[in-house]
């Protein structure tokens, strides 16, 4: 409760980064310290604040992530054309992701704050370091975000965002076709799942 408060006393004294909503195509890659092994893939992300997303991947598999901040859904599809799908339903809350709560925190600014202090690392890279509080709340250690150019500040010259996990795991999102306050409808943010599709738990 006080890291939300001190997040919400913060927004105040900083200007805006992150706008209302954003849609980009992604190269993903899924790097794990411990077993050395990277996973690559690529999709699209369509995002509006606050906690409304929709995250697919289209390679290597199709997946869909999707909440409205009331209710998330993860859709997997099959891996061969008529078998069955499975989907998963929760509450927002408990089918949160990180990324939902990384671009969230990002209405924060991009300067140094109460979760976590901002250092320009030189060559468009920002350096995002959070306190310990705040990586425990928040699954973040670390988050780098590189820019088009080493002048650049701004959320829509945004190229690449690296998070780093207190586990040791890293995760990467390569931006491509980045679009500022697109009009989304509601219903992007609602899932129906495709016939054929097995609920689990």
Do not use: C
């Not at 706008?19 to 992300?45: D, H, N, R």
């Not at 609602?190 to 016939?195: E, L, S, V």
């Amino acid at each position: 409760m006080k890291i939300i408060l001190m997040l919400l006393i913060s927004l105040s004294a900083h200007a805006e980064f992150l706008p209302q909503s954003f849609s980009a195509k992604f190269e993903q890659e899924y790097v794990s310290l411990l077993k050395g092994k990277t996973k690559k893939g690529e999709g699209s992300i369509d995002y509006r604040y606050p906690s409304n997303i929709r995250f697919e991947t289209s390679t290597p598999s199709q997946v869909i992530f999707v909440s409205n901040g009331v209710k998330a859904w993860y859709y997997r599809a099959p891996f061969i054309e008529g078998e069955e799908g499975e989907i998963t339903e929760t509450s927002a809350k408990e089918g949160s992701s990180v990324y939902i709560k990384f671009f969230d925190l990002l209405k924060n600014g991009l300067t140094s704050n109460a979760l976590y202090d901002v250092k320009n690392a030189g060559d468009g890279m920002h350096v995002m370091t959070f306190k310990a509080k705040a990586a425990k709340e928040f699954g973040i250690k670390e988050a780098i975000l590189t820019f088009n150019s080493a002048k650049d500040k701004e959320f829509s010259e945004l190229k690449k965002i690296d998070l780093l996990f207190p586990d040791g795991k890293k995760s990467s999102l390569t931006f491509s076709n980045l679009k500022i306050n697109p009009a989304m409808e509601a219903s992007k943010f609602n899932f129906q799942a495709p016939p054929k599709t097995k609920k689990t738990n």
